[in-house]
T-cell receptor, first 111, second 114 residues
Framework: SQQGEEDPQALSIQEGENATMNCSYKTSINNLQWYRQNSGRGLVHLILIRSNEREKHSGRLRVTLDTSKKSSSLLITASRAADTASYFCATGLSGTYKYIFGTGTRLKVLA | DTEVTQTPKHLVMGMTNKKSLKCEQHMGHRAMYWYKQKAKKPPELMFVYSYEKLSINESVPSRFSPECPNSSLLNLHLHALQPEDSALYLC?????????????FGEGSRLTVL
């Protein structure tokens, strides 16, 4: 399977704390993206990092990419109850239209 | 307009029914996707259309039949489904070619097969 792995599978933190999720993937990629999904809804893209980038920031989000280890991490700082959702990494495979999703992390932020 | 619209939002069908899921986008995206998602699992790629041509079929059973009538529309025709096909079906589109850009998702069609 080309599917990536994410850990942890589930994460429960208090409001104001930081949340870190990790993603590992298997194949050569153009980029790695992170998506958020509220329960039973569509996915919303959060941030994209290209294969030649190592770190990217967007608001409270910080993404890192290590292509030598085929891994990425998403950090959400100063979390809020509204950040409660599932978070998925997705890899755009080189030379194809394929986007393959990781197994996901279910984040719960307690008020 | 940055929306992908899916209809219907909910669908219940029997195993002998024929139904269709519809997806529409007006962002000028030339790649459109169908994903299937079971509860607490990641989306699984089913089909990709690029420039209205089927470019990827992830070995999906023939009871699922995709169609792309034009660059804005994507359909998924359903026939003789099984209860295990019950899932959230997500449509997505992307602008840049060959896995370079974001996916824009619709809200999904939740399918229940009785």
């Amino acid at each position: 399977s080309q599917q990536g792995e994410e850990d942890p599978q589930a994460l429960s933190i208090q409001e104001g704390e930081n949340a870190t999720m990790n993603c590992s993937y298997k194949t050569s990629i153009n980029n790695l993206q992170w998506y958020r999904q509220n329960s039973g809804r569509g996915l919303v893209h959060l941030i994209l990092i290209r294969s030649n980038e190592r770190e990217k920031h967007s608001g409270r989000l910080r993404v890192t990419l290590d292509t030598s280890k085929k891994s990425s991490s998403l950090l959400i700082t100063a979390s809020r109850a509204a950040d409660t959702a599932s978070y998925f990494c997705a890899t755009g495979l080189s030379g194809t239209y394929k986007y393959i999703f990781g197994t996901g992390t279910r984040l719960k932020v307690l008020a | 307009d940055t929306e992908v619209t899916q209809t219907p939002k909910h669908l219940v069908m029997g195993m002998t029914n024929k139904k269709s899921l519809k997806c529409e986008q007006h962002m000028g995206h030339r790649a459109m996707y169908w994903y299937k998602q079971k509860a607490k699992k990641p989306p699984e790629l089913m089909f990709v259309y690029s420039y209205e041509k089927l470019s990827i079929n992830e070995s999906v059973p023939s009871r699922f039949s995709p169609e792309c009538p034009n660059s804005s529309l994507l359909n998924l025709h359903l026939h003789a489904l099984q209860p295990e096909d019950s899932a959230l079906y997500l449509c997505a589109s992307s602008q840049a070619p060959r896995g370079v850009g974001y996916l824009f998702f619709g809200e999904g069609s939740r399918l229940t097969v009785l």
